[in-house]
């Protein structure tokens, strides 16, 4: 009897939920650190970073792994695993874009455009939550840390 061997692709396991939850609890504290945050750059840059971890806990766990792809932004896949989130991720691409430029130095943005993405991230971060069907957070710092407009 002769024995054939079958070849087999590996498939990386699905994240487990401890992953999605380490998102979220990563997502939280960007949030937290946004609001103590000194200047409005690094505030908005941690609130996207923020919604950018909620987005992924959700990518990860409402996808099923099966083989490989092109790498996608999670804002260009979110609106296929979560309709209902679709206006949040155009939102947060355009956020990204800037955050990308504040990065580079070739833009600013003002305090409140900084706290205002901060009030964003908190609700989409909820929004995620709830989507997951877990409950609700506690709320952010009342009061946000003084910035600098640099």
Do not use: K
């Amino acid at each position: 009897m002769t024995t054939t061997s079958i070849r087999t692709a590996e498939v990386p396991p699905a994240p487990s939920a401890g992953t999605v939850l380490d998102l979220l609890d990563r997502s939280r504290a960007g949030l937290v650190q946004a609001c103590r945050s000194q200047t409005a750059s690094q505030r908005y840059t941690e609130a996207h970073l923020a919604a950018l971890r909620a987005a992924a806990a959700l990518v990860a766990a409402r996808t099923v792994v099966a083989g490989r792809s092109r790498p996608r932004s999670v804002w260009e896949v979110l609106p296929r695993l979560a309709p209902e989130l679709g206006e949040w991720a155009t939102f947060f691409a355009a956020s990204g874009r800037r955050r990308l430029a504040l990065e580079r130095g070739s833009r600013t943005v003002s305090p409140r455009e900084a706290d205002d993405l901060v009030r964003q991230c908190e609700t989409f971060l909820e929004l995620v939550r709830g989507a997951l069907h877990l409950p609700f957070a506690e709320p952010l710092p009342g009061e946000l840390a003084p910035t600098s407009p640099w």
